[in-house]
């Protein structure tokens, strides 16, 4: 059932009348292979490679933590700075919960209480003759004293003070140390893409079916994991955790992750070969920025 809905599923696209004078929309793109998947964790979209990863992120703060450390040195501060935590992977939830263990313990909450505490304390502010020497970093406002004013124990402050020499170092040649705005974009638009899709549409209709044989009564897994119900308690309750198996094994039964993985797929792989080139140099500012920083290290 569920995969006869899938192959007609792109032609419920598109039902509102067109205007004539906007460019016809493009056709939903096709999918050749649907894979069946309980999880999507550890499988990639064609955006991420263009993407700074995870594990290409705490290598760059690794190196610019050192930096700026050592920078702080050569003005007689003994100054590390405050991690700023682990990026996340790109598919961490992307489909929402898909863990049937934690849907079990946890329900719908995401993270331990710890966990949660931590990321919300906030760390004390350098004192102001500290702050002058750590500066801002690349792109904030130039400093209001001239260049040749800008000196702590007689030694210049390097321009953004020393976050703005180790990003310096870090992007020297070409690099970048943020995502680049257009992969982001197709990251984004290509999961609203899918959202929209009628073979996800009809994925998430045989879900929602499938949920209310189980007393459970949900349009999409987007209105479950958003029910209000579920963030008057700082722990999962009991009518919580069932709807959330309820999900887990209502996605599992209908494919729902590998049919949305397969479409979502389909649109960046799309989006990608349009923009191909761009996103090639890309990847090579992130590639310089990790060898910059594999250079730091190993100096």
């Known amino acids: 059932m569920i995969a006869a809905m899938v192959a007609l599923g792109a032609a419920a696209t598109g039902c509102a009348a067109a205007d004539p004078k906007a ?10 292979a649907i894979p069946t998947l309980a999880t999507a ?12 990863s995870p594990d290409e992120d705490r290598r760059i703060e690794t190196a610019r933590t050192a930096l700026i450390g050592s920078c702080m040195k050569r003005f007689g501060f003994d ?7 682990t990026k996340p992977d790109l598919m961490t939830r992307r489909y929402y919960l898909t863990d049937a263990a934690s849907a079990a313990a946890q329900g719908y909450h995401w993270g331990a209480p710890a966990d949660q505490k931590q990321r919300s304390a906030t760390p004390q502010p350098p004192a102001p003759e500290m702050q002058a020497v750590l500066g ?38 070409g690099g970048i140390l943020q995502d680049d705005a257009g992969a982001l974009e197709i990251n984004g638009q290509g999961f609203a893409d899918s959202m929209a ?18 007393g459970q009564t949900y349009a999409s897994p987007v209105d479950a994991v958003g029910d ?6 700082p722990t999962a ?17 209908n ?45």
């Open 228 to 233: 209000e119900r579920w963030f008057s308690s």
């Open 23 to 32: 460019a016809p929309a493009a056709a939903p793109p096709v999918v050749d």
């Open 41 to 52: 964790d550890g499988r990639a979209l064609p955006i991420a490679q263009y993407l700074i």
């Open 79 to 85: 100054y590390a700075p405050v991690a700023t935590g």
């Open 237 to 253: 309750t009991a009518p919580e955790i069932a709807a959330a198996t309820a999900d887990i094994g209502c996605k599992q039964q």
């Open 136 to 173: 801002r970093g690349r792109g904030a406002p130039a400093e209001s004293a001239a260049p040749a004013e800008r000196t702590h124990n007689g030694i210049a402050i390097p321009p953004g003070g020393c976050l703005g020499e180790a990003d310096d170092t870090l992007t020297r040649g």
């Open 197 to 214: 899709d009628g073979r996800v549409k009809a994925a998430f209709a045989a879900w929602s079916r499938c949920m209310k044989e189980k």
């Open 255 to 299: 494919n729902v992750v590998g049919i949305w993985f397969a479409v979502e797929t389909a649109y960046q792989d799309r989006a990608v070969q349009a923009d191909l080139k761009r996103l090639e140099q890309t990847r090579k500012a992130i590639d310089v920025t990790l060898a910059n920083a594999a250079a730091t290290k190993a100096s």
